[in-house]
Structures are given as C-alpha cells and as structure tokens.
C-alpha cells in the first residue's frame, strides 16, 4: 500500500504541473488543446494573436491596445529595457487599478535584475508570493517573480484582482479519485484523477504581454 500512496502523490504532482503549464497557454487549440484551461497567452492579448476571448470578438468592444478586453501587447521584444517594462506598466494602469504581480522566467528575470541599479532593488520577504516560497523583487509595487512554467521569453504583467480561477460543483471534478478498476484478465487496476473548471481573467485590459524577449 506504501506503492500506492507514492503513485497517488505522483499524480497529484502531475495534475499540479499540467495545469501550472496550461494557465500561460491559450487553450484555443494553438499552444494547448481547446479542452484545457483558457490561459494567460489567449486572455493578455490584443487581438493580434487571438481574435477572441471567453467567446467574444475582441473587435466587437474595441479594436485599440488597451481598451475593452484587449491589453497591451508586444510580442517581438528583443532586448528588453526597463523603457519598455515602464511603458507596458503604464498603458496597463488606469484610474486606481495597476499591475501587482510581474511572472516570467529565470533568464527575463536575470536580465531584469541585472539592469536595475543595486540601490533599487529591493526584495520581497512579506508578500503572498514570498510567503509560499516565491524568490520576488518590486517595481513600481508590483511583484516579479519567476515561474518555471512560464514560456521562454515571455513577461506577465497582470492585476490578480481580475483573474478567477473556478472549478466545477461536482465533486467528482474537484480532483476527485474514480476508484480502482481492474483490468480484463489481469491482476492491474487502474484508477483516474479528474478535475474540471477554468481560468477567467475578467480585466485583460489591465495587465500586459511581452513576448520574444532575447537578452
């Protein structure tokens, strides 16, 4: 039974990193299937990469950066410069509302850190994503920090206050375990760990997307 146990901590291992991997994709049948979550490269968009977003037209409520459900894009960065993170931070602020969580990779993170002067760099010991584990710094109040999942070369500005994470009503999907079932004439059982529900990012046009960041 110990075997057991250690396959059903590998399987929640599992289900953990598909669905951290499927939050940065688009679920749009392009990076990841169409079944999988709606992620971040399909909502932090403006258009240029996804037409559209929870069903609707992006051009329907406005065609320009910034505005109705598009955010603010680049995706060609190249060398990336603290003049382009502050221009994507400011055309993602509006009125009271701003980005306070910055997610990329270990490389844009390293380029990022080593382009702020010592002086202003100043790390995090008492955020949300310090608490459980997360290496951060700020800029501009927000939180940078690294995710392994996240695609090379890629930046997330998002406000965590517009982005829901829902999961179905039957408890079946809530990471529900079907039972073992035995296999036709053999001793195998076998067994599924099933979840159900989606991401929902209801503010798209106040966070930001930089992709193809090079060095």
């Known amino acids: 039974m110990s075997l057991v146990e250690t396959k059903m901590v ?3 291992g599992r289900m953990a990193d598909l669905l951290g991997t499927d939050i940065f994709l688009d679920g749009q049948g ?4 169409p079944i999988a979550l709606d992620g971040l490269q399909a909502s932090v968009d403006d258009g240029s990469n ?6 609707i037209t992006r ?4 065609s320009v950066a910034s505005s109705g459900i598009n955010s603010y894009v680049v995706n060609s960065v190249g060398n990336l410069t603290l003049g382009a993170i502050q221009t994507a ?21 390293d380029i990022l850190w080593n382009k702020i002067q ?6 995090e010991e008492s955020s949300d994503v310090a608490k459980i584990g997360f290496q951060a710094m700020r800029y501009n109040g927000a939180s940078v920090t690294v995710d392994q999942l996240t695609p090379t070369g890629f930046m997330f500005g998002l406000n965590t206050k517009f982005i829901q994470f829902w999961i ?6 809530q990471f529900g375990f079907t039972g073992w079932k035995e296999s036709a004439n053999t001793d195998d059982v076998s067994g599924q760990y099933l ?5 929902l990012n209801v503010g798209p046009r106040y966070m930001f997307k930089l992709g193809g960041v090079t060095g």
């Open 118 to 123: 010592p002086q202003q760099r100043f790390r």
């Open 30 to 33: 392009t990076n990841s299937q």
């Open 89 to 109: 931070y400011g055309s993602a602020w509006f009125g009271r509302e701003h980005v306070d969580l910055i997610v990329t990779t270990q490389p844009v993170w």
């Open 50 to 55: 996804y037409q559209s977003y929870g069903g």
């Open 59 to 62: 051009t329907d409520l406005s």
């Open 168 to 173: 179905t009503t039957m408890p079946k999907y």
């Open 10 to 12: 590998n399987a929640s």
């Open 195 to 199: 979840f159900g529900g989606n991401l």
